[in-house]
């Protein structure tokens, strides 16, 4: 991680934000206007949640699925080539499991598994290593909060309830997969409430988060937005 004589990392962006806010388009978007990484880390936490599920532990045994998210390894790679619309592949212990994760048995695990201390403490170690090769956008709950609170450029997406479980079955529709916006928009309710009630590293915007809402702006002119925040080479002006 480059840090200036502020001590901030420069070349590291936190993007937070609730399900379905639109962070990981904007995230995407972003990394790729600057020439930077992009990790989306709900990925690691799925995966913990994915290890578990197949290695049958119990995700209530708070002890079993801490030691594995200590020992697993996760790795992103470009997803581009596989043109089955992935935004990347997520490889756990070197298996590419992007499409399993998205399987409702981890969809419903996976709040009970992001809620444990050790749990986060693993995966946010992994978050940080990542970090360090620097020019990173990392995206998640608890980034500018936790995993790198001196990120120079915080930012907060975040959209009504009702317009992320819009886009939501807008997806999982294209994708073949149902999408009853009622059963979603509830979903999404409860999502909220776990991620931002829980004990450790709730859902919150950092204090010197920018805070954007993306129910009634496009991702591009949210980019032209965050830009303004930057100068040409991607630092804070
Ligand atoms: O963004 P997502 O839906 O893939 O996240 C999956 C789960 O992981 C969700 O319950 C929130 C949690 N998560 C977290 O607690 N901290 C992060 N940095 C990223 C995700």
Redesign the pocket.
Known sequence: MVEDDSGLSVDTIAIDGP?ASGKTTIGRLLAAKLGYQML????M??AATLAALDAGIDVEDETAVTRLAREIELDVRDGARHGDGRLYSALLNGRDVTWQLRDPAVARN??AV?SYLGVRQALVEKQRRFGEQGKVVMV????GTV?FPDARLKLYITATAEERARRRALDNQAQGHGGDVEVILADIKR?DA??SQRKH?PLLPADDAVIIDSSVITPDEIIDQIMGLLDGDGEWR
Not at 140 to 143: L, M, P, Q, V, Y
């Open positions: 399900a989306d880390t709900g990925f936490y799925r996976v709040s992001a998640g709950r608890d980034i995993v999502r776990l991620d590293s």
